[in-house]
């Protein structure tokens, strides 16, 4: 399987625990993002990667969340102290930052819950 | 700031019929790209659709079709021969095409079923 793969799929933690989720992306593609989908609505952009370099954060992304992309290939989301509020799935997609095509590539996601 | 805006939560037809969803959209930028993503129940998000904001020519993709009205900012999705298999969430989606802010900025989707 040559896609984005994210693991784990589900991860279930106890509010104040920390967590990190991992994405790789397609081998050759050298840009990263990850997304929060919360129940009934659609993604909305946290951060991204060109290379092993972090070029934008959101507003959304607060302190608690950090985001590493160590050698330019898979990349890591740690939330720390996780709140009930940060239950959602967790995606991660990739592109080439060449060429017109803009097209983003999804991966299957991380679904958090925190109880 | 950029907003998608998709008015419809939840439509539905029947096989074989052809379907139109909604999309507005509102960005000061000039050179941006619109999407239509499908979203599958439990199963990745895939490109429907992709258009160039500087491209009058409406894109199609096989059964795909889009109507952009770019003074309007609306970027619909038509369904031709509608198949079981295109259940799913539908998002409208655009991004800046001028470099910096890079990602995508989403609607809160469309719930298209197809009945048999």
């Known amino acids: 399987d040559t896609g984005v793969s994210q693991d784990p799929r589900h991860k279930i933690t106890k509010r104040g625990q920390n967590v990190t989720f991992r994405c790789d992306p397609i081998s050759e593609h050298n840009r990263l993002y990850w997304y929060r989908q919360t129940l009934g609505q659609g993604p909305e952009f946290l951060t991204y990667?060109?290379?092993?370099?972090?070029?934008?954060k959101s507003r959304l992304l607060s302190d608690r969340f950090s985001a590493e992309r160590p050698k330019g290939s898979f990349s890591t989301l740690e939330i720390q102290r996780t709140e009930q509020g940060d239950s959602a799935m967790y995606l991660c997609?990739?592109?080439?930052?060449?060429?017109?095509?803009?097209?983003?590539?999804f991966g299957p996601g991380t679904r958090l819950t925190v109880t | 700031a950029q907003t998608v805006t998709q008015s419809q939560p939840e439509m539905s037809v029947q096989e074989a019929e052809t379907v139109t969803l909604s999309c507005t959209y509102d960005?000061?930028?000039?050179?941006?790209?619109l999407f239509w993503y499908k979203q599958p129940p439990s199963r990745q998000m895939i490109l429907v659709i992709r258009?160039?904001?500087?491209?009058?020519q409406n894109a199609t993709e096989n059964r795909f079709s889009v109507n952009f009205q770019k003074a309007a900012k609306s970027f619909s999705l038509k369904i031709s021969d509608s198949q079981l298999g295109d259940t799913a969430m539908y998002f409208c989606?655009?991004?800046?095409?001028?470099?910096?802010?890079?990602?995508?900025?989403f609607g809160k989707g469309t719930h298209l079923i197809i009945q048999p």
């Open positions: 258009q160039e904001a500087y491209k009058q």
């Open positions: 989606a655009l991004m800046y095409s001028g470099g910096g802010a890079d990602g995508l900025t």
């Open positions: 997609a990739s592109r080439l930052g060449t060429g017109s095509s803009y097209e983003q590539y």
């Open positions: 960005t000061s930028e000039s050179n941006y790209y």
């Open positions: 990667f060109q290379n092993e370099a972090q070029l934008e």
